[in-house]
């Protein structure tokens, strides 16, 4: 029974995608980096961009958080202070992009984070044996696997990664 009124939502949702433009770095805090160098982030252990997750990193499976990689372009690299790394969903049928994960602190000389780096080390401070933190989610763990409705088709699970720099006009 449960499963047919997911495919029921499925069905009245299914032109409920694509919220690239609510997603998170696209807020006010943001808006002076828009034409800003993108950092790409890739996944080795899911193959090229636009390739479909394997169970194992779904709700459906053991929720495995995928190794990601990156590297600072040449001219901010020196600049880098700390990484922010977030992950949404901007495919899920909701007014704004669900957001998987958000972690800050990451130090600088970090190009990249595995699933081991994503245990709890101190839950006090929401600190991961990766050497940085996590920020609380809606089911208070430190990663919310994706888990697309039924036949609402595949989703988009998108990393973004910002850094903070020393100087900072604001500051």
């Not at 901010?76 to 800050?104: K, M, Q």
């Amino acid at each position: 029974m449960l499963a047919l009124v997911e495919v029921t939502l499925s069905w009245l949702f299914k032109n409920a995608k694509g919220r690239d433009a609510k997603s998170f770095f696209k807020g006010p805090a943001f808006a002076e980096l828009q034409d800003k160098q993108e950092i790409t982030v890739t996944a080795p252990e899911c193959g090229p961009t636009n390739s479909i997750l394997g169970v194992e990193y779904t709700a459906d499976g053991v929720g495995k958080f995928p190794s990601l990689r990156w590297e600072a372009p040449v001219h901010i690299a020196t600049e880098v202070r700390e990484w922010l790394l977030v992950s949404e969903d901007p495919d899920a049928p909701l007014p704004t992009p669900i957001c998987h994960g958000i972690y800050g602190g990451i130090a600088p000389s970090k190009t990249g984070v595995d699933a081991a780096d994503f245990e709890i080390e101190d839950k006090s401070k929401a600190r991961l044996k990766g050497g940085f933190h996590y920020g609380r989610s809606r089911n208070s763990n430190v990663y919310i696997p994706p888990r697309p409705l039924l036949n609402h088709g595949p989703h988009r699970c998108k990393p973004y990664l910002f850094i903070t720099v020393v100087s900072c006009q604001r500051c």
